[in-house]
Nanobody, 115 residues
């Protein structure tokens, strides 16, 4: 019954910015972690950033200093602000919410960065 609805993907030139949104169907406090994975063609899905229910955040080294994860508790929404985008950031981005035994996943939103 948990739904994660993603939006904000698109096409952007290198150096540009995008803001991804993930709206959950229930309070994001229901989940110990929420965050973002991405998967590029031919590559494994990798963790980009996550935020805990307590407010702590982690960002992958590959995007550190460029991507920021944040939360709007009232809107049940997690955001990923992506700045200084690079071609290597091109991927499908998936929102996730930690749950046992398996997490919930959004449907994915395409981010394409052109040079």
């Amino acid at each position: 019954q948990v739904q994660l609805v993603e939006s904000g993907g698109g096409l952007v030139q290198a150096g540009g910015s995008l803001r991804l949104s993930c709206a959950a169907s229930e309070s994001i406090f229901s989940f110990t972690y929420m965050g973002w994975y991405r998967q590029a063609p031919g590559k494994q899905r990798e963790l980009v950033a996550r935020a805990s229910s307590g407010g702590s955040t982690n960002t992958a080294a590959s995007v550190k200093g460029r991507f920021t994860i944040s939360r709007d508790i009232a809107k049940n929404t997690v955001y990923l602000q992506m700045d200084d985008l690079k071609r290597e950031d091109t991927a499908v981005y998936y929102c996730y919410a930690a749950a046992s035994p398996s997490p919930y996943w959004g449907q994915g939103t395409q981010v394409t960065v052109s040079s």
